[in-house]
């Protein structure tokens, strides 16, 4: 095989998979009774529209619906009892390509009245914010709430007495910045 066709070969292999489509999120965090819940699991490459479906069940509360652009399925509602579902979300992009992700979300009983409240400056390029947090300076980083749209979050699932360390990202509807600068909170 020449230099030319190979070339030609790995530039096609390498377009071929750019447009495969595929789900970036690779977990959802957990849920509180009688708290709203918001999550995206967005998808990235291949060409849209988007198709959603969800195979399993959500937790009782939740339900699935896609964004108007189809570049994310909204798993969204105020769950109703504790426990754990596990479910696949299978996207499939315009070109036929299939990509389907397994998750499972918890959900803790509802909590004392402990909040946090977080704001910060808006992204020049962003449709929405992903929140993490941890319980260690530096992380490892779990999400708390993703999709959301305005510059400014309550975090409600907190505990009395605890350090959560917390990082922001801006998502500008086909990747997901770094991380922000960690932000440290006491709750009393």
Not at 42 to 66: E, F, Q
Not at 157 to 186: L, P
């Amino acid at each position: 095989m020449s230099i030319a066709r190979l070339i030609l070969f790995l530039f096609l292999a390498e377009l071929a998979q750019a447009t495969v489509v595929s789900i970036s999120t690779t977990s959802l965090p957990y849920g509180t009774v009688g708290q709203h819940y918001w999550v995206a699991v967005k998808a990235i490459n291949g060409c849209t529209p988007y198709r959603w479906w969800i195979s399993g069940t959500l937790p009782s509360g939740l339900s699935a619906s896609p964004s108007s652009s189809t570049t994310y399925d909204l798993v969204h509602g105020t769950p109703v009892s504790v426990g754990s579902s596990t479910f696949s979300v299978t996207v499939r992009g315009c070109g036929g390509h299939i990509s389907s992700h397994r998750y499972t979300i918890s959900i803790a009983p509802a909590q004392t009245a402990h909040s946090v409240s977080l704001k910060w400056q808006p992204s020049p390029t962003a449709v929405s914010y992903d929140l993490y947090r941890s319980t260690f300076s530096g992380g490892p980083y779990a999400l708390v709430a993703s999709a959301i749209l305005g510059t400014s979050f309550v975090d409600q699932s907190v505990t009395a007495g605890e350090t959560y360390f917390y990082v922001a990202t801006a998502w500008d509807g086909t990747k997901e910045s770094s991380f922000s600068n960690q932000v440290t909170v006491v709750v009393p």
